[in-house]
């Protein structure tokens, strides 16, 4: 099974940058695509960036476009997510997975962006 560890969450001022990593262990035969998910009190768990491991191809939702960035380290089973001019709405936890087929969810990261 793999294993999920989210990192690098914290408390910042709006305007200010964080990076989260997402560490992936256990048994990793061939993972196609991760995706960074984020979920704020009250509301469902939304997807925020996505990134195919192999050619290292993108996507992201439009409330963080051109904000955030994901990339990957196929070397060291690692994604990470650079979160630029954060926003209040910014603020939830973190959790990345794999893609098309989610294994258990880590602990997530908390990220709190105050006005």
């Known amino acids: 099974q793999v294993q999920l560890v989210e990192s690098g969450g914290d408390l910042v001022q709006a305007g200010g940058s964080l990076r989260l990593s997402c560490a992936a262990s256990g048994t990793i035969f061939s993972i196609n695509a991760m995706g960074w998910y984020r979920q704020a009190p009250g509301k469902q768990r939304e997807l925020v960036a996505t990134i195919n491991v192999s050619d290292g191809s993108t996507n992201y939702a439009d409330s963080v476009k051109g904000r955030f960035t994901i990339s990957r380290d196929n070397a060291k089973n690692t994604v990470y997510l650079q979160m630029n001019s954060l926003k209040p709405e910014d603020t939830a936890v973190y959790y990345c997975?794999?893609?098309?087929?989610?294994?258990?969810w880590g602990q997530g990261t908390q990220v709190t962006v105050s006005s």
């Open positions: 997975n794999l893609r098309p087929y989610p294994v258990s």
